[in-house]
């Protein structure tokens, strides 16, 4: 069984985290997505959620191309992830791209296109006006 693992907010989600989702998907048959923590998101992104840490979790568990959602409390835990599921694919947006090469030691490294048109940030923006 190929496991493939990703790693984001989700916050607001819409079709560009599905998009992401279902592509990381067809790269394996087993897709965990570490979900940042509203602790994680706040000390280290400086990012407040829409959404707490577990209704975010609730709509990626209700994806189908999502099959466990762990939380992601560190930027240092990706190593010890991908080593204590035994992952064979590490999977991000190309927005990232260059920033997790160091783990193509421990397992390939694709950084996937961005749906171009669509982002939370966008999203947040847009409501503003």
Request: net charge negative.
């Amino acid at each position: 069984m190929k496991k493939v693992i990703t790693y984001g907010t989700y916050d607001l989600l819409h079709y560009g985290h599905v998009n992401l989702l279902q592509r990381a998907k067809e790269l394996g048959d087993y897709l965990i997505v570490a979900l940042s923590t509203d602790e994680f998101n706040w000390a280290e992104k400086q990012k407040k959620c829409y959404f707490p840490y577990e209704e975010r979790k609730r709509l990626l568990e209700a994806i189908r191309y999502v099959d466990l959602v762990i939380p992601e409390n560190a930027w240092a835990q990706k190593i010890s992830d991908v080593k204590e599921f035994k992952v064979d694919t590490f999977v991000i947006g190309d927005d990232w791209e260059g920033k997790f090469d160091f783990l193509k030691e421990y397992c390939e490294v694709v950084y996937l296109p961005r749906t171009p048109e669509i982002s939370t940030t966008q999203i947040k923006e847009d409501l503003k006006k």
